[in-house]
């Protein structure tokens, strides 16, 4: 159950932490509301509109493959924060995508422990309320770089699950 857990938590956490002070880092940089809403409206689309492509591929191709491919979003997500403009915009789109992959791995792989949802969801609210709190910190004194650099270096957790993650079975047809 642990490795699961990590990869959700540290999802939701990062997911939370960059989407709620990158709009911060957008208004320093001179973007309107209108412009930081568009990033927000990206990152949301990332979030939820592969929904319907992620959860029948990780059925087909295993977990694994979503904690794989969701920590190298975030950690995408992570640098291009660094970036401005369209970069900007992107990293938003990233970050929700590899939440979603990872978030939904994580979760069809607890489907198998009874009685973990609301610990694992406390888990990840609790991350995502440090994240945010630390991260707020972070920028207050060190700026925005440090913090997107530490979530990058966090967006490699999600590894772990997938190292711990035992190999798709073939599918028995009768």
Request: aromatic share 8%; net charge positive.
């Amino acid at each position: 159950m642990r490795w699961p857990a990590l990869a959700v938590a540290t999802a939701q956490g990062l997911m939370v932490t960059l989407m709620s002070l990158t709009p911060l880092r957008a208004h320093h940089m001179g973007m309107d509301h209108v412009q930081v809403a568009g990033l927000i409206t990206v990152h949301i689309a990332g979030m939820f509109g592969f929904g319907w492509l992620t959860g029948p591929l990780l059925d087909r191709v295993g977990n694994r493959f979503g904690y794989v491919a969701g920590a190298a979003l975030l950690l995408s997500a992570a640098l291009t924060a660094l970036l401005s403009g369209a970069w900007l915009a992107s990293s938003m789109f990233l970050l929700g995508l590899g939440w979603n992959l990872c978030f939904v791995a994580g979760s069809k792989a607890l489907t198998r422990f009874s009685g973990v949802q609301g610990k694992v969801d406390a888990l990840g609210y609790l991350s995502a309320a440090i994240g945010t709190l630390v991260g707020g910190t972070v920028i207050a004194h060190w700026g925005f770089a440090p913090l997107s650099l530490a979530c990058a270096v966090l967006a490699l957790l999600p590894l772990l699950s997938a190292y711990n993650t035992r190999p798709v079975r073939e599918l028995v047809r009768v």
